[in-house]
Protein backbone atom coordinates (compact mmCIF):
# COMPACT_ATOMS: atom_id res chain seq x y z
CA UNK A 1 0.00 0.00 0.00
CA UNK A 2 1.60 2.97 -1.42
CA UNK A 3 0.18 5.70 1.80
CA UNK A 4 -1.93 6.25 4.37
CA UNK A 5 -4.42 8.02 2.23
CA UNK A 6 -4.81 4.61 0.27
CA UNK A 7 -4.78 2.83 2.62
CA UNK A 8 -7.73 5.02 4.31
CA UNK A 9 -9.63 4.44 1.25
CA UNK A 10 -9.28 0.72 1.13
CA UNK A 11 -10.62 0.67 4.43
CA UNK A 12 -13.58 2.88 2.90
CA UNK A 13 -14.06 0.48 0.67
CA UNK A 14 -14.32 -2.24 3.06
CA UNK A 15 -16.96 -0.65 5.30
CA UNK A 16 -19.21 -0.10 1.90
CA UNK A 17 -18.91 -3.57 1.59
CA UNK A 18 -19.13 -4.65 5.55
CA UNK A 19 -21.62 -7.45 6.06
CA UNK A 20 -20.68 -8.42 9.71
CA UNK A 21 -24.03 -6.91 11.31
CA UNK A 22 -27.19 -6.90 10.18
CA UNK A 23 -27.89 -3.03 9.39
CA UNK A 24 -26.56 -3.62 5.87
CA UNK A 25 -29.91 -4.97 5.03
CA UNK A 26 -31.60 -1.90 5.74
CA UNK A 27 -29.26 0.51 4.92
CA UNK A 28 -28.70 2.14 1.22
CA UNK A 29 -24.74 2.17 1.57
CA UNK A 30 -21.73 2.09 4.22
CA UNK A 31 -20.60 5.53 5.34
CA UNK A 32 -17.32 5.08 6.24
CA UNK A 33 -15.97 8.54 7.24
CA UNK A 34 -13.98 11.29 5.49
CA UNK A 35 -11.03 13.70 5.77
CA UNK A 36 -7.31 13.69 5.63
CA UNK A 37 -5.22 11.07 6.44
CA UNK A 38 -2.90 13.13 8.55
CA UNK A 39 -5.78 14.88 10.42
CA UNK A 40 -4.95 15.97 13.17
CA UNK A 41 -8.56 16.15 14.74
CA UNK A 42 -11.00 13.00 14.59
CA UNK A 43 -14.76 13.51 15.13
CA UNK A 44 -16.65 10.75 15.90
CA UNK A 45 -20.44 10.81 16.16
CA UNK A 46 -23.06 7.90 16.55
CA UNK A 47 -24.38 6.68 13.04
CA UNK A 48 -25.52 7.71 9.50
CA UNK A 49 -28.58 9.22 9.49
CA UNK A 50 -31.33 9.78 6.76
CA UNK A 51 -29.15 12.57 4.14
CA UNK A 52 -26.25 10.30 5.31
CA UNK A 53 -27.25 7.13 4.05
CA UNK A 54 -28.51 8.76 0.94
CA UNK A 55 -24.91 10.36 0.40
CA UNK A 56 -22.62 8.05 1.62
CA UNK A 57 -20.96 10.84 3.59
CA UNK A 58 -20.89 11.69 7.43
CA UNK A 59 -23.18 14.46 9.31
CA UNK A 60 -24.72 16.13 5.42
CA UNK A 61 -27.68 17.13 7.30
CA UNK A 62 -28.86 19.52 9.65
CA UNK A 63 -26.42 18.63 12.75
CA UNK A 64 -23.72 18.81 9.75
CA UNK A 65 -24.30 22.19 8.76
CA UNK A 66 -23.87 23.61 12.61
CA UNK A 67 -20.88 21.21 12.46
CA UNK A 68 -19.24 23.31 10.25
CA UNK A 69 -20.58 26.40 11.79
CA UNK A 70 -18.69 25.38 15.13
CA UNK A 71 -15.35 24.83 12.93
CA UNK A 72 -15.79 28.02 11.51
CA UNK A 73 -15.75 29.74 15.11
CA UNK A 74 -11.93 27.92 15.18
CA UNK A 75 -11.24 29.06 11.79
CA UNK A 76 -11.31 24.87 10.91
CA UNK A 77 -12.97 23.78 7.50
CA UNK A 78 -14.87 20.45 7.81
CA UNK A 79 -11.64 19.34 5.17
CA UNK A 80 -9.29 19.59 7.99
CA UNK A 81 -11.15 17.29 10.18
CA UNK A 82 -11.65 13.29 9.74
CA UNK A 83 -15.03 12.62 10.73
CA UNK A 84 -16.84 9.51 11.15
CA UNK A 85 -18.94 7.68 13.04
CA UNK A 86 -19.71 4.27 15.81
CA UNK A 87 -21.63 2.55 13.37
CA UNK A 88 -21.33 2.65 9.42
CA UNK A 89 -24.03 2.14 8.32
CA UNK A 90 -27.57 3.63 9.15
CA UNK A 91 -29.63 2.23 11.96
CA UNK A 92 -33.54 1.74 10.69
CA UNK A 93 -35.44 4.81 11.53
CA UNK A 94 -32.36 6.31 13.40
CA UNK A 95 -32.45 4.08 16.09
CA UNK A 96 -29.83 3.76 18.47
CA UNK A 97 -26.93 1.73 17.51
CA UNK A 98 -27.28 -1.84 19.11
CA UNK A 99 -24.64 -3.03 21.43
CA UNK A 100 -23.38 -5.92 19.04
CA UNK A 101 -23.65 -3.69 16.17
CA UNK A 102 -21.31 -1.20 17.90
CA UNK A 103 -19.13 -4.26 18.82
CA UNK A 104 -19.09 -5.57 15.18
CA UNK A 105 -18.05 -2.16 13.26
CA UNK A 106 -15.17 -1.37 16.12
CA UNK A 107 -12.81 -2.76 13.75
CA UNK A 108 -13.50 -0.26 11.00
CA UNK A 109 -12.66 2.41 13.87
CA UNK A 110 -9.70 0.57 15.41
CA UNK A 111 -7.93 0.84 11.96
CA UNK A 112 -8.98 4.17 10.98
CA UNK A 113 -7.78 5.71 14.57
CA UNK A 114 -5.07 3.61 14.04
CA UNK A 115 -3.99 4.62 10.82
CA UNK A 116 -4.33 8.54 11.38
CA UNK A 117 -3.35 8.27 15.05
CA UNK A 118 -4.98 11.96 15.53
CA UNK A 119 -3.65 14.45 18.50
CA UNK A 120 -7.48 14.89 19.80
CA UNK A 121 -10.32 12.57 19.25
CA UNK A 122 -13.72 14.28 19.69
CA UNK A 123 -16.47 12.82 20.33
CA UNK A 124 -19.63 13.56 19.50
CA UNK A 125 -22.47 10.87 20.41
CA UNK A 126 -23.11 9.54 23.69
CA UNK A 127 -21.81 5.83 21.96
CA UNK A 128 -18.49 7.60 21.23
CA UNK A 129 -18.03 9.17 24.49
CA UNK A 130 -18.63 5.62 26.24
CA UNK A 131 -15.65 4.00 24.74
CA UNK A 132 -13.24 6.17 26.36
CA UNK A 133 -15.04 7.61 29.60
CA UNK A 134 -17.87 4.19 30.06
CA UNK A 135 -19.51 5.84 33.43
CA UNK A 136 -19.57 9.24 32.96
CA UNK A 137 -22.22 12.13 32.14
CA UNK A 138 -21.30 14.16 29.31
CA UNK A 139 -23.03 17.10 31.34
CA UNK A 140 -19.91 16.48 33.55
CA UNK A 141 -17.18 16.17 31.54
CA UNK A 142 -17.85 17.97 28.31
CA UNK A 143 -15.20 20.24 26.72
CA UNK A 144 -12.25 18.83 28.86
CA UNK A 145 -9.56 17.21 27.55
CA UNK A 146 -8.26 13.44 29.15
CA UNK A 147 -5.11 11.83 28.08
CA UNK A 148 -4.83 8.31 26.68
CA UNK A 149 -1.15 7.71 25.58
CA UNK A 150 -0.82 10.09 23.08
CA UNK A 151 -3.75 10.54 22.02
CA UNK A 152 -6.70 12.92 23.94
CA UNK A 153 -10.21 12.32 24.16
CA UNK A 154 -12.56 15.45 24.45
CA UNK A 155 -15.98 14.52 24.88
CA UNK A 156 -18.57 17.29 23.34
CA UNK A 157 -22.57 17.43 22.98
CA UNK A 158 -23.64 16.24 19.76
CA UNK A 159 -24.28 19.17 17.35
CA UNK A 160 -28.08 17.80 16.58
CA UNK A 161 -28.71 18.45 20.43
CA UNK A 162 -27.97 21.73 20.29
CA UNK A 163 -30.63 22.35 17.43
CA UNK A 164 -32.66 21.09 19.68
CA UNK A 165 -31.97 22.78 23.15
CA UNK A 166 -30.75 26.40 22.12
CA UNK A 167 -29.10 26.54 25.37
CA UNK A 168 -26.39 23.99 24.40
CA UNK A 169 -25.35 26.18 21.59
CA UNK A 170 -23.23 28.25 23.48
CA UNK A 171 -21.78 25.57 25.37
CA UNK A 172 -20.75 23.76 22.21
CA UNK A 173 -19.59 26.99 20.77
CA UNK A 174 -17.31 27.57 23.49
CA UNK A 175 -16.11 23.59 23.85
CA UNK A 176 -14.97 23.96 20.50
CA UNK A 177 -12.83 26.91 20.98
CA UNK A 178 -10.83 25.19 23.45
CA UNK A 179 -9.50 22.73 20.53
CA UNK A 180 -6.85 24.87 19.42
CA UNK A 181 -5.16 24.87 22.99
CA UNK A 182 -5.45 21.28 23.29
CA UNK A 183 -3.60 20.67 19.94
CA UNK A 184 -1.46 23.26 21.15
CA UNK A 185 -0.74 20.99 24.81
CA UNK A 186 -0.29 17.59 22.18
CA UNK A 187 2.49 18.94 20.14
CA UNK A 188 4.10 20.35 23.45
CA UNK A 189 3.99 16.80 25.33
CA UNK A 190 5.18 15.67 21.88
CA UNK A 191 7.89 17.70 21.81
CA UNK A 192 8.75 16.58 25.77
CA UNK A 193 8.80 13.37 24.92
CA UNK A 194 11.38 13.21 21.82
CA UNK A 195 13.41 15.92 24.14
CA UNK A 196 16.78 13.75 25.36
CA UNK A 197 16.37 11.26 27.28
CA UNK A 198 17.96 9.11 30.21
CA UNK A 199 19.77 6.04 28.85
CA UNK A 200 17.47 3.39 28.48
CA UNK A 201 17.13 0.19 30.90
CA UNK A 202 17.89 -3.28 30.06
CA UNK A 203 14.32 -4.08 29.03
CA UNK A 204 13.26 -0.22 27.28
CA UNK A 205 9.65 0.03 27.06
CA UNK A 206 8.23 -0.67 23.47
CA UNK A 207 7.46 2.44 21.91
CA UNK A 208 4.24 3.56 24.20
CA UNK A 209 1.26 2.42 22.34
CA UNK A 210 -1.53 5.24 21.14
CA UNK A 211 -4.12 4.28 23.12
CA UNK A 212 -7.34 3.95 22.05
N1 LIG B 1 -25.43 12.29 13.36
C1 LIG B 1 -24.39 11.44 13.55
O1 LIG B 1 -24.10 11.02 14.68
N2 LIG B 1 -23.68 11.09 12.50
C2 LIG B 1 -23.91 11.53 11.26
O2 LIG B 1 -23.17 11.16 10.35
C3 LIG B 1 -24.99 12.41 11.08
C4 LIG B 1 -25.74 12.77 12.15
Given at each position: M?????????????????????L?K?A?Q??P?????NA?????????G????Q??????G????????????I??????I????V?K?????N???????????R?????Q??????????????FA??????N???????????????L???????P??A??N????????E???????Y????????????A???AP????????L???
Amino acid sequence: MSNKSDELNAIAEQVRACTRCPLYKTATQGVPGEGPANAEIMMIGEGPGFHEDQQGRPFVGAAGKFLDELLAHINLKRSDIFITNVVKHRPPNNRDPLPEEIEACRPWLDQQIELIQPRVIVTISRFAMARWFPNEKISAIHGKAKRFGHLMVVPMFHPAAALHNINLKPVLIEDFKKLPTYIQESKKADAGVSAPQPAPQKDPPAEQLRMF
